[in-house]
């Protein structure tokens, strides 16, 4: 891992905040560690990264206990954010470990979701994936289907619901994400409607994050921008 990096996204953050007129408070960028080592995540921490973001409950498991230990020697707390779908069988192991999860992909994941965090008197926070795109991913909830089943989700005792998640399709042209970013957007105005706390938007990865901040995003999922190539 290149330290340059991180100062890289910092700046191509302040460009995009500085034509968008919004405030760096606003944005949380989540280090995203998925194939990543642990020398290469306790270099991040060095460098103030303070949410890791992994989309695999194996390898969270894996780097759970010492990348807490670490940066608790530094006297940081990570914050942990589960960003890949999430088998229901994985999901007690999700709540114990997860501050937020970003993947939240289907009623059934949300009643177990709510199950698991009862059993441990946890109130989960989570992000809705929604589907802009029906070729980015196979996992989320259609934008009509979500309004659909709002109700229901915002029932859940033990899930508090934070906002929303999308991915944008891949594309040579980062320009491309802009309509799946503005329609996750509209999505979360209809949704949460016009209540105090602003809601999260998770959106925008290495390639088009600039976009994603014009657009309205107040989390960031960055992985190879951070890191730089996965290996594997
Ligand atoms: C891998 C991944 C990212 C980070 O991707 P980069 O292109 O490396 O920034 C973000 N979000 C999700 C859901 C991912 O799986």
């Avoid at 608790?72 to 589960?82: D, E, F, L, V």
């Avoid at 809705?128 to 909830?141: C, L, Q, R």
């Avoid at 802009?178 to 209809?190: A, I, M, Q, V």
Wanted: proline share 3%.
């Amino acid at each position: 891992m290149d330290s340059r990096n991180l100062a890289q996204c910092n700046k191509r953050i302040e460009a995009a905040l500085e034509s968008s007129g919004r405030a760096l408070k606003d944005i949380t960028v989540v280090a995203v560690t998925k194939k990543v080592d642990l020398p290469d995540i306790y270099k991040a921490i060095d460098l103030g990264v303070k949410h890791v973001g992994e989309s695999r409950i194996q390898e969270a498991l894996l780097k759970f206990e010492p990348v807490n230990a670490y940066a608790r020697n530094k006297g940081m707390t990570i914050a942990w954010h589960m960003i890949g779908h999430l088998q229901t069988n994985k999901v007690k192991d999700a709540v114990r470990m997860f501050d937020l999860i970003h993947s939240v992909d289907s009623l059934r994941l949300a009643e177990e979701l709510d199950r698991q965090a009862e059993r441990i008197n946890k109130v989960q926070d989570i992000l809705i994936e929604v589907k802009t795109s029906p070729e980015a991913t196979k996992y989320g909830f259609l934008p009509d289907e979500l309004q659909k089943v709002w109700m229901r989700l915002v029932e859940f005792k033990n899930l508090n619901i934070k906002g929303l998640m999308t991915i944008a399709p891949w594309s040579k042209n980062p320009q491309d994400s802009r309509f799946f970013f503005r329609l996750l957007k509209k999505l979360s105005d209809t949704v949460f409607g016009q209540k105090s706390s602003s809601p999260i938007l998770s959106m925008g990865m290495s390639d088009d994050f600039d976009v994603a901040i014009l657009e309205g995003a107040t989390m960031l999922r960055l992985g190879r921008a951070i890191f730089g190539e996965r290996k594997y």
